[in-house]
């Protein structure tokens, strides 16, 4: 109940203090949008560029599963011919 009533009256004077000092609350607003716009587009661009990493780390880690793929298909095929082999000489 404490804080109802403490956020009333913060609200209540808030809205005092900016009808009384409007001219003064503009000029603070004035001066914090450029900042605000500045630190958003500074760390948009940090969001960009983290994720273009990730897609190129992404992109790296797809062409080495590509090659892995070939890499057990050869595998598998000298393993086939390699029981071929020893069988071949268990015959013999």
Sequence with gaps: MKTLIG???AALL???????????????IAGTIPVML?????LAIYLGV???KDTWK?????????AT?????KYK???????EEIE???KE
């Design 50 to 52: 983290d994720e273009l």
């Design 14 to 28: 808030g809205l005092i203090g900016i009808v009384a000092w409007f001219p003064q609350f503009l000029t603070v």
């Design 38 to 42: 500045l630190l958003g587009g500074a």
């Design 58 to 66: 992404q992109d790296q880690d797809t062409e080495t599963d590509a």
């Design 77 to 83: 095929k000298e393993i086939s011919e390699l029981k």
């Design 88 to 90: 071949t000489l268990k």
């Design 7 to 9: 956020g009333a009256i």
């Design 69 to 73: 793929d070939e890499d057990v298909e």
